[in-house]
């Protein structure tokens, strides 16, 4: 064994331990308030906008407010709600289920990324703001932000695409 194979398995371990929490169902806890859009009448513009605002927002498991902190389902859900996306579950796992996919070569700004990091269903997710990139909210101890999909790490675990409901 090399040197560098204990490094490379305690990064891969602790990368899938701090991104497993996107993966549960979040402790209960106040809901963002409706946006002024008209639910069912969508916004791409406005969930790019809203989601850079969002850039630096500290983690937090079960969070799904700018106040509160995010987890990565709670950042979708949240600004999919205040752009005017009705209907967009709160979990990661619902989300996959739940929302239509699309294919990886058909993204458009406003698609919800879909990562796994392990066996079975996906346990991160993220939005596409165009030209190759997304905004998620990592781990703890991270900060809501910007990466590139065409990164080594997030290409390789990058496994679906879903379009947000009208």
Same mark, same amino acid.
């Given at each position: 064994? /090399?040197? +560098?194979?204990?490094?490379?398995?305690?990064? !891969?371990?602790?990368? @899938?331990?701090?991104?497993? #929490?996107? =993966?549960?169902?979040?402790?209960?806890?106040?809901?963002?308030?409706?946006?002024?859009?008209?639910?069912?009448?969508?916004?791409?513009?406005?969930?790019?906008?809203?989601?850079?605002?969002?850039?630096?927002?500290?983690?937090?498991?079960?969070?799904? /407010?700018? +106040?509160?902190?995010?987890?990565?389902?709670? !950042?979708?859900?949240? @600004?999919?709600?205040?752009? #005017?996306? =009705?209907?967009?579950?709160?979990?990661?796992?619902?989300?996959?289920?739940?929302?239509?996919?699309?294919?990886?070569?058909?993204?458009?700004?406003?698609?919800?990324?879909?990562?796994?990091?392990?066996?079975?269903?996906?346990?991160?997710?993220?939005?596409?703001?165009?030209?190759?990139?997304?905004?998620?909210?990592?781990?703890?101890?991270?900060?809501?932000?910007?990466?590139?999909?065409?990164?080594?790490?997030?290409?390789?675990?990058?496994?679906?695409?879903?379009?947000?409901?009208?």
């Amino acid at each position: 064994m /090399t040197r +560098r194979a204990p490094l490379a398995a305690f990064s !891969l371990l602790a990368v @899938a331990l701090l991104l497993g #929490g996107c =993966a549960t169902t979040p402790p209960l806890n106040m809901r963002a308030a409706p946006s002024s859009t008209p639910h069912g009448h969508g916004d791409r513009q406005r969930l790019v906008r809203l989601l850079h605002e969002a850039v630096g927002t500290p983690y937090r498991y079960g969070g799904d /407010t700018p +106040r509160s902190g995010f987890d990565c389902s709670g !950042l979708v859900y949240w @600004a999919s709600r205040e752009a #005017g996306y =009705a209907g967009v579950p709160r979990t990661v796992r619902e989300q996959y289920r739940q929302l239509r996919h699309v294919p990886l070569n058909q993204l458009r700004p406003g698609d919800v990324l879909f990562f796994r990091f392990r066996r079975g269903p996906p346990t991160h997710d993220g939005i596409y703001i165009g030209h190759g990139r997304f905004i998620h909210s990592p781990a703890t101890g991270d900060h809501v932000s910007i990466e590139r999909l065409n990164s080594r790490f997030w290409s390789r675990h990058l496994i679906a695409a879903a379009r947000l409901p009208r």
